[in-house]
């Protein structure tokens, strides 16, 4: 390779290497295939990733492939990985560790140099995607000139702009080229915003990334014997969108133009990789192959230096390990089994409940209320979900009239007497709280764990009746319950080891992250939002035009603005969370007759029949109008960032969490707020904010990009 990457060299001493190891097939009619797996030496649970050394091996391995091909040895060259995983992208602990731009320009390059070998080789080149594909997993196959695909393989993504990076080895060029521009905004910007969704093998294969998918059984034996039949011309490859058949014309700016829209309705414009990579799925239209390149090579270490791709690795980090080992949480061997559940309540979010015990925990669930009425309803809702499951293939028929089976209802609080789980889920409200848990505690057994599921009430208060608080335990989840990811487990000053081991344990099995916080207004979650909720409203009641609160609030990179979050968790109950920290902390929270009255109104916008926002309601406008300080957006912006960082350096100072990397993985998992700013704390160290609230920062040394430095 032409380009000196000895700065990557030295950065990657410590490099678990991806080897390149050959090995020679031999196929029909006196022709030899060279089959290249790729193999870290580790198992399943450390995947293949691409590091400055193991890119180098391959494009010297490839070297020397195609010397032989030249000597006439081999026909062909092909790609396969270690068992179920081809690989899973780039190196990402030394991508962080990138120590300039032009270290990350090298890390660019190296790639495309590397993967392009793949088209010059003299053969044709095949790559058998075995397993997992993930972002520089997935860009080698693209470099080939042939792919097949395990049927049974795991997920196939370029998931970099989920990261604050983009496809920049080849994936944003090569893609919408190979399938057309409106698959390639699917895989390349809409699945990484969409959770990180992936590609299942039959998707890729009916998109055309692969050319042939196979079953898992012989999936290497007949990947090579159909890449036989394409050496010698038995097999024809017909792909739906050849390049000469991709329209280019008008349909790929139209597509274009619609997802510009998309993002900037969904995620604003301050995050950077969604809008690089949609500027080079643009280009890609009409640019080649070499120009396409190089305009990864600029856009990919241009990220890479900036402060987003820091933070996003820092996001990732913590969902990826402190989530899954929590802080302060106790020795999982003290929780105590749970065999049957018990949930208080039949309403919308006790059916969510119920609906995610059964699924994920397999054990019988028995739902209670004060009707026969709402407990059939709330037993139909289950059902209907677990139908729904069914239809889309994610249930099979026994499994489904399993799961129905062990859900019950009951209008008689004595069934939860063998119940080892017991969770309420009805309205917030104090004193009824604390006289459902006396009552059922009249008839639960001595070891049940109790639950409760509020968002603004004192746990420690809700159990004020109980006889024995210290197996209460806060078990707060968020809306929609099947898919936010995050469970606040409060421990109140009563709550003993046992109980929160157990809550620890549950929220595990429930596919969920969860954070130990203390038994304070709002927790966690509530507590931010709360803060830049009645700090929007305070510069509304003041005199400030609803318009300048958004734009003011923009630079957050929050997924909604503060009067679109209101709306959605309903105005009232919007007004009843500032009240609640307004009576806690009066001199840090504001409350607002305002937004009693917009609750009365019920509305801030006027949406057309699609529910799509077409302005402000006059009526709201009117109803806040009468403040006579109205600030700019840029004296509020500053507010917010001074505000946060005053209230977060309190939460931590009281002991609410155990670091501030729990409030990040908190807002990150139970807010969006979004991967590309780290979470909270660390955008509030780099725009000064914690400095001017209490004279430090939250992380030492501050979270920034090599170019920012």
């Not at 099947?482 to 620890?504: G, N, R």
């Not at 504001?590 to 916008?605: T, W």
Request: with cysteine; glycine share 10%; aromatic share 6%.
């Amino acid at each position: 390779m032409s380009t000196d990457f000895t700065e990557l060299r030295e950065l990657s001493t410590d490099e678990v290497v991806t080897h390149s190891l050959v090995s020679d097939v031999p196929l029909s009619q006196g022709r030899v295939l060279a089959l290249i797996t790729l193999d870290n030496g580790r198992d399943h649970t450390r995947p293949n990733t691409f590091g400055p050394l193991g890119l180098i091996e391959l494009g010297e391995v490839l070297d020397e492939q195609k010397a032989r091909a030249a000597r006439g040895e081999i026909a062909g060259v092909a790609i396969t990985g270690k068992q179920y995983i081809l690989a899973a992208g780039a190196d990402l602990s030394k991508v962080g560790e990138i120590p300039s731009r032009s270290a990350a320009k090298q890390l660019a390059q190296l790639g495309h140099a590397t993967f392009a070998k793949l088209d010059e080789l003299g053969v044709p080149s095949f790559v058998f995607i075995n397993g997992l594909a993930l972002g520089g997993g997935l860009e080698v196959a693209l470099n080939a000139n042939y792919r097949t695909v395990d049927r049974s393989g795991a997920g196939i993504a370029l998931p970099e702009v989920f990261l604050g990076l983009i496809p920049g080895w080849g994936g944003a060029w090569l893609l919408p080229n190979l399938i057309g521009i409106e698959n390639a905004l699917k895989v390349v910007i809409e699945n990484p915003l969409k959770n990180n969704t992936m590609l299942k093998p039959q998707q890729a294969f009916e998109m055309g990334i692969a050319d042939a998918m196979f079953e898992p059984a012989n999936f290497l034996e007949e990947s090579v014997k159909w890449a036989d039949g394409v050496l010698k011309g038995s097999i024809k490859v017909k792909r739906p969108n050849e390049p000469g058949k991709i329209e280019r014309a008008v349909k790929w700016d139209i597509a274009i133009g619609i997802a510009e829209k998309m993002l900037k309705s969904r995620i604003g414009t301050v995050a950077k990789s969604p809008y690089a990579a949609l500027e080079l799925l643009k280009a890609a239209k009409n640019t080649d192959k070499k120009t396409g390149f190089a305009a990864e090579d600029e856009k990919l270490s241009e990220l890479i230096a900036g402060d987003q791709f820091v933070a996003s690795i820092y996001a990732f980090n913590l969902v990826q390990k402190r989530g899954k080992r929590p802080a302060g949480a106790p020795d999982k061997a003290l929780a105590k089994s749970v065999t049957k559940i018990g949930v208080v309540g039949a309403g919308l979010m006790a059916q969510q409940f119920a609906l995610l015990f059964v699924r994920r925990l397999k054990v019988p669930v028995v739902i209670t209320d004060i009707s026969q009425e709402q407990i059939d309803k709330g037993l139909a809702y289950i059902h209907g979900e677990l139908d729904k499951l069914l239809a889309k293939g994610k249930l099979s028929q026994d499994d489904a009239n399993r799961l129905k089976a062990l859900v019950s209802g009951t209008t008689d609080k004595a069934d939860f007497a063998d119940a080892d789980w017991i969770i309420e889920a009805i309205y917030e409200n104090l004193e009824a709280k604390q006289n459902v848990f006396a009552e059922i505690e009249k008839y639960a057994s001595d070891t049940a764990v109790l639950a409760t599921n509020t968002s603004s009430l004192s746990v420690e208060q809700i159990g004020a009746k109980l006889a024995h608080p210290e197996r209460l335990v806060g078990f707060h989840f968020f809306n929609p319950v099947a898919v936010m990811p995050l469970i606040e487990v409060v421990k109140t000053p009563q709550t003993d080891d046992a109980t929160l081991s157990t809550a620890m344990v549950v929220a595990k099995k429930l596919f969920k992250t969860a954070v130990i916080t203390a038994d304070t207004p709002g927790f966690v979650v509530n507590r931010v939002l709360a803060k830049v909720l009645g700090e929007a409203m305070h510069a509304v009641d003041t005199g400030t035009p609803f318009e300048v609160v958004n734009t003011a609030s923009a630079p957050l990179g929050l997924p909604m603005t503060p009067f679109e979050l209101l709306e959605l968790v309903g105005l009232k109950v919007g007004a009843h969370v500032l009240d609640t920290h307004h009576a806690a902390f009066p001199d840090r929270f504001f409350e607002s007759r305002n937004l009693h009255s917009l609750a009365e109104h019920g509305r801030i916008f006027e949406r057309d029949s699609k529910g799509k926002i077409k302005g402000f309601d006059k009526k709201a406008v009117e109803i806040v109008s009468g403040g006579t300080t109205p600030m700019t957006a840029d004296e509020l912006l500053r507010r917010l960032e001074d505000g946060l960082a005053d209230e977060i350096k309190q939460m931590l100072d009281d002991g609410v969490v155990a670091a501030a990397e729990d409030i990040d993985l908190c807002m990150l998992l139970g807010a969006g707020w979004p991967f590309q700013m780290g979470g909270v704390t660390p955008y509030l160290d780099r725009v000064g904010a914690s400095q001017r609230a209490f004279g430090g920062t939250f992380h030492t040394p501050m979270l920034r990009g090599v170019g920012n430095s």
